[in-house]
């Protein structure tokens, strides 16, 4: 198992070097010894008995400490999030692309994980001191997942290039000087030319959730309209795809006003989206029209490639029956 996974951390180092900043130390030792895995700098300890995948995770995970815990250094009693979380997704970008079978970019455990500590109303907000937390699985949850999610779900803000190349201006930026919350999201306003200082305010200095809807849809024999809703408390820009009978697919793309621009680019297809109108933050509903008649459409979807962590995505897709041409409403 270490043979084998020798050049596997290698490439995974070089992967973490060249997305997140440039390793700057001459070398990393891997330590068989301790209790399951515990980072240091410049050296992990790591039980044996392990299969490579699990051996070449533990060790890209505890690596990737090095960048967040090490040389960027942020307060872990204060933001553990900016450490385990970052964390966290470094090393499941660069675990995602060294094996097969593996999708670049999926981070749905740590959504998962996030989203079932809502649903038993146990989550504390990411700003709570670490020390503070009522349970270690609120702890745990936030500090790991919800960490993970806060970068992922930023991707689909401002967009995935965005978020790359913002993540190395944050490190070539704030490298031993020990970031705040408040820094990290500065480097990407300046990244992304957007306001995101909303983003912090809900999801790291609340536990106000996502939850968007389609609430009514009605039609004539020229155009449609899809009447959408905002049903948690935290607001986002919203992506909608609309799947023709014909099977093609089209994207809209609602940017939300308080971040005072839009994300550029394609959608995970590669198709360019159509942005619309800016959805007001603080309104509740929002009117999509669409240049299709019912008998044209054959269902519409928010957040198709689940980039947010909307709370219920059962309420997030509306299928059209054939010979539909009338009104529909939800609770």
Known sequence: MWKDGTDL???????????FGKYPYPQYSIVQGGDGGMEYPMMTLITGNRKTPSYVGVVLHEAAHSWYQGILATNEALYPWMDEGFTSYASGEAFNTLFAGRIPGDHSQAYNSYLGIVEE???EALDTHADHYVTNYAYGTASYSKGEVYLAQL???IGKENLDKGLL????????KHPTADDFIHVMELQSGMVLDWYNEYFVNSTKTIDYSISAFSSNDKNASVTLERKGLMPMPVEVEVTLKDGSRVMY?????????EKTGKDYNGQSWNTQADWKWVNESYTLQLPYPASQIAEINIDPFEGTADTDRENNQLIIPAENTMIIKRD
């Open 169 to 176: 201006r944050y490190f070539d930026m704030w490298k031993f």
């Open 155 to 157: 991707g689909y803000v």
């Open 9 to 19: 951390v290698q490439r995974g180092f070089q992967y973490l070097s060249d997305h």
């Open 121 to 123: 109303g146990k989550e």
């Open 253 to 261: 793309y609602i940017p939300l006003d308080i971040m005072r621009g």
